[in-house]
C-alpha cells in the first residue's frame, strides 16, 4: 500500500491504548537527508475560542505508529494530558 502525504492529512490518529482520538494529521516531519518519514504531527487545539491560546502539538514518532489504514492511523504512543477519558463530570 502507498499514500501520499496529502491523502495522511485526511486520516484520524487514535491512540490503541485508550481508543482516544487525537485529531487528524495536521503535518509531517521528514528526513529530507535520508528522504524518510520521521514523524506525524497534529497541531494542539485552540483554548477557549484561541483566547488563551493552544495546548502542545502531538508529534508521533515513526516507531509509535502501528497501522495505517484507509481512514485511521493506530498509534502506540501514550495520550496526553487533555486526551485521557478518566475525568468524567459524571464521576
Request: proline letters at 4%; aromatic letters at 6%.
Amino acid at each position: 500500500m502507498s499514500c501520499c502525504i496529502a491523502e495522511l492529512r485526511n486520516k484520524e490518529v487514535i491512540c490503541k491504548t485508550n481508543g482516544a482520538r487525537l485529531g487528524n494529521v495536521d503535518d509531517v516531519e521528514i528526513d529530507i537527508a535520508n528522504g524518510k518519514l520521521v514523524s506525524l504531527v497534529i497541531y494542539g487545539k485552540a483554548r477557549m475560542i484561541g483566547f488563551f491560546g493552544k495546548c502542545e502539538d502531538i508529534i508521533i514518532p515513526w516507531c509509535d505508529i502501528d497501522i495505517i489504514g484507509e481512514d485511521t492511523i493506530l498509534v502506540n504512543c501514550p495520550c496526553p494530558p487533555q486526551y485521557h477519558q478518566s475525568h468524567s463530570r459524571w464521576q
